[in-house]
């Protein structure tokens, strides 16, 4: 007897229940299980984090997709799809704008006419997110049976029920929940930012973070500029039991010497010229919470002398004050200066070098981090595609291509500044506001001297070899082309490749570049 398609669908992903699998590949898993079940073109798996929708797999769309978050009030499909218990088929002459238009892998304009379904997952009666299908086919869902839409999301949230990765991952959100009240107190309304990446070494660094984050550990995050060591604080902050406390944050490198221990320490009335009232400084703020000192290598000796005391005792005196106050505060430290080096050279205390050392966090930089720098630029569109007011904005392949071939000195804040500019710069071109707008090479402007990979023709040559010489060709040309871009420096070139460092040196040396 033959099996329907809903139990052929369904049974691949009961048996992975009892599965030990990385939450990348049960999405995925999960994903082609559906389009097996409603062939389409493109299907994602989107989980509600307050009033926004993250997608967290997709196929069919483009890899910049990951990258985005879909604010609700901007959307109106995805608003009308949790609006209802059940799947939702919108007719094919709907008004509403379609969140990918452009989006959907092969379709370069708009989609005026397609097959759009969706259906909310709920998880313990609780709405938790969207499984959404698109077809460009505008019949393709006409005869679709949706009561097995409803079994398969049944199924879909009992998955995220039982698997202990996609529990945590419940677990972070709302975390983040926490770390969102903590900001309302201490800065407004602002939504806390996220770390984007799914490079090994960006999971490592997550890795890190959440190890060292539930510490009271003192850590001393270091990495070029712009790599978002910023980030990595808010992000050790909210793993730490101090989330619910205010994260303070102060740039070192901003504040004139005369001022430094009035912004650390506070200072009383009189204290010094211009001191009319009083004031706390910032770890009077940041007590029972954390202090993010940025560029911390800036620092004048004498100030890193009076740090040094009160990472020590715990105690400060307020410029100005007879009486010293207890503080409990932990900090968090960073620069894109070498500090053993500015320890050696005599610019920086060794005693608070070591102090502040005390787990050392080094973040990757853009260009070590692969395809993640897709994932960021979709995220940094779909900023600008708010901000412009365009129904879509997407990048071409050219662009994409552009994107990940370019070595990113200024990393991840260059990346952002970038996307901003090639966004002004394609909506100028445009006579009329167009609804999808679309971003190529020539917008994103990137130095011509190091244009986009060319991977088939590179393999070219290597067709007619046997397959183990083919591939021993492939892997040299990698790793030699990983050890340029890190001029030879192993360690950042088996970074970037995922592999262990001595496993890479012994490749190396049996495919003889060594």
């Not at 007619?464 to 950042?492: G, M």
């Amino acid at each position: 007897m033959t099996a329907s398609p809903l139990l052929t669908a369904l049974i691949p992903l009961v048996a992975d229940l009892s599965r030990e699998l990385p939450e990348v590949e049960r999405y995925r898993r999960l994903l082609q299980a559906l389009k097996q079940l409603l062939p389409c073109d493109a299907v994602a798996l989107l989980r509600l984090d307050g009033d926004v929708l993250i997608p967290l797999a997709a196929l069919g769309l483009s890899a910049d997709t990951l990258g985005r978050r879909f604010k609700l009030s901007e959307h109106p499909r995805l608003q009308a799809l949790l609006a209802q218990r059940g799947p939702t088929r919108f007719a094919t002459d709907c008004e509403m704008p379609d969140p990918y238009d452009g989006l959907v892998d092969g379709h370069r304009g708009h989609l005026p006419v397609h097959d759009c379904l969706g259906c909310p997952l709920y998880v313990q009666d609780q709405p938790w997110g969207l499984l959404t299908l698109d077809s460009l086919d505008p019949a393709s869902f006409g005869r679709v049976d949706l009561d097995n839409l409803q079994a398969f999301a049944s199924l879909a949230a009992a998955t995220v029920m039982a698997s202990e990765r996609i529990n945590a991952l419940l677990q972070r959100a709302e975390d983040q929940h926490q770390l969102a009240e903590a900001y309302k107190q201490a800065a407004g309304q602002q939504r806390p930012r996220e770390l984007i990446g799914q490079s090994a070494v960006h999971k490592r660094l997550q890795e890190e973070i959440a190890l060292v984050g539930n510490s009271e550990l003192s850590v001393l995050i270091s990495g070029e500029t712009g790599v978002g060591k910023e980030l990595v604080a808010e992000a050790l902050h909210a793993a730490s039991p101090r989330a619910a406390k205010p994260l303070i944050s102060l740039n070192c490198a901003a504040l004139p010497d005369n001022l430094v221990e009035s912004e650390l320490f506070g200072h009383v009335r009189g204290a010094f010229t211009g001191a009319h009232n009083e004031r706390r400084g910032k770890f009077e703020l940041a007590d029972g919470g954390s202090l993010f000192l940025d560029e911390i290598g800036e620092l004048p000796l004498a100030a890193q002398a009076k740090l040094l005391r009160v990472l020590q005792s715990g105690q400060l005196q307020r410029v100005g004050a007879d009486q010293e106050q207890r503080v409990n505060v932990r900090v968090l430290a960073a620069s894109n200066r070498d500090l053993a080096e500015e320890v050696r050279a005599g610019r920086f205390r060794a005693d608070l070098y070591h102090r502040l050392s005390v787990y050392p966090l080094k973040v990757p930089a853009l260009r070590e981090r692969g395809r993640d720098v897709l994932l960021l630029a979709g995220y940094f569109l779909e900023e600008n595609r708010a901000r412009l007011g365009v129904r879509s904005l997407r990048l071409t392949a050219e662009a994409q291509a552009s994107l990940q071939s370019y070595n990113w000195p200024g990393n991840v804040r260059e990346l952002e500044h970038l996307i901003g500019r090639a966004a002004l710069k394609a909506l100028a071109g445009c006579s009329e506001r167009p609804r999808i707008l679309s971003i190529d090479s020539l917008h994103l402007d990137l130095p011509a001297s190091q244009p986009a990979p060319a991977p088939q023709s590179a393999a070219e040559p290597h067709n007619e070899l046997p397959l183990r010489e083919a591939i021993d060709a492939y892997q040299k040309q990698l790793i030699s082309q990983a050890l340029n871009r890190h001029q030879h420096k192993w360690a950042a070139a088996a970074r970037e490749l995922g592999i262990d460092r001595a496993n890479l040196i012994r490749l190396a040396k049996r495919l003889g570049l060594q």
